[in-house]
């Protein structure tokens, strides 16, 4: 006897846009000398997603809107962590699917600049299997 409530699982597994939503946001960071990778998965609630501290000055955030959402997209931001609060010094919005654009991915290379301490963070990012 077939069920086809027993078969929906299976379309679903199977249907194309299953495969967009397995990637992930990779930032390669570089601060001060100290290099690292920064991964966002897609989430459904922005407010959930916290930013990193880099080095003793910068928090980084990553937002990876949900594909099956509205408008989904990747929202970058560089905060400066100060004492009274973190303030933003760089956004950057891109739509998804993010376009990769060669070496340095779908971002390009960004370059954010401390106002006080006159340090560089570069970054760059891409999308990346999860």
């Known amino acids: 006897m077939f069920r086809p409530y027993l078969a929906l699982p299976l379309v679903l ?4 846009w299953h495969v967009a ?7 390669h960071v570089d601060y001060g000398g100290e290099q690292r990778v920064i991964r966002a998965a897609p989430t459904y609630d922005p407010y959930v997603v916290t930013p990193v ?3 003793s000055y910068f928090l980084f955030r990553v937002l990876f809107e949900h594909p099956a959402r509205a408008l989904p997209g ?14 933003p010094l760089h956004v950057a919005h891109f739509p998804y699917p993010a376009a990769e654009g060669g070496h340095f991915g779908f971002t390009g290379e960004q370059f954010v600049y401390e106002p006080v301490r006159d340090g560089e963070l570069r970054y760059w990012c891409t999308l990346e299997q999860s």
């Open 74 to 87: 990747i929202k970058i931001t560089t905060f400066a962590d100060r004492e009274d609060g973190p303030v």
């Open 53 to 55: 501290a880099v080095g």
């Open 21 to 27: 939503y397995a990637n992930d946001v990779v930032c």
């Open 13 to 16: 597994l199977a249907a194309p």
